[in-house]
């Protein structure tokens, strides 16, 4: 679904919306994360789509600090391993700076 469906509609909008670059005939947007369906899916620049092994990914500057703070704390609660790897990635990494903002969405109902 991620690369037949998704990532056509993500080009679409980046497309649309004027954040699309091309270089040489080559669409690339940028580095980033998608929750879907309980997958976690990594975008890359060139439209890749990774899954991790892991149940947690980080992406930009911080990523390095992020991952192993989070790896450090995998048997967390989620939300603990977030806070930590934002909060690695901010003490070590100049791109990186709070106020960190939150936002959890309601499960969809599925259908049987």
């Known amino acids: 679904y991620a690369v037949k469906a998704l990532v056509p509609a993500i080009r679409d909008t980046l497309r649309a ?19 879907f369906r309980g997958c976690l ?22 990523e390095s600090y992020a991952m192993g703070a989070m790896h450090a ?8 391993r977030l806070q930590a790897g934002l909060d690695a990635a901010a003490t070590f990494s100049a791109g990186v700076s709070g106020p960190f903002h939150f936002v959890e969405l309601p499960a969809l109902a599925t259908t049987p």
Do not use: H, W
């Open 41 to 62: 899916f990594r975008i890359d620049g060139d439209f890749q789509v990774g899954e991790g092994v892991e149940s947690y990914e980080a992406v930009g500057c911080g």
């Open 73 to 80: 704390l995998r048997t967390a609660e989620p939300m603990a």
């Open 17 to 35: 919306g004027g954040f699309m670059s091309t270089t040489n005939g080559r669409e690339e947007g940028g580095v980033f994360l998608v929750g």
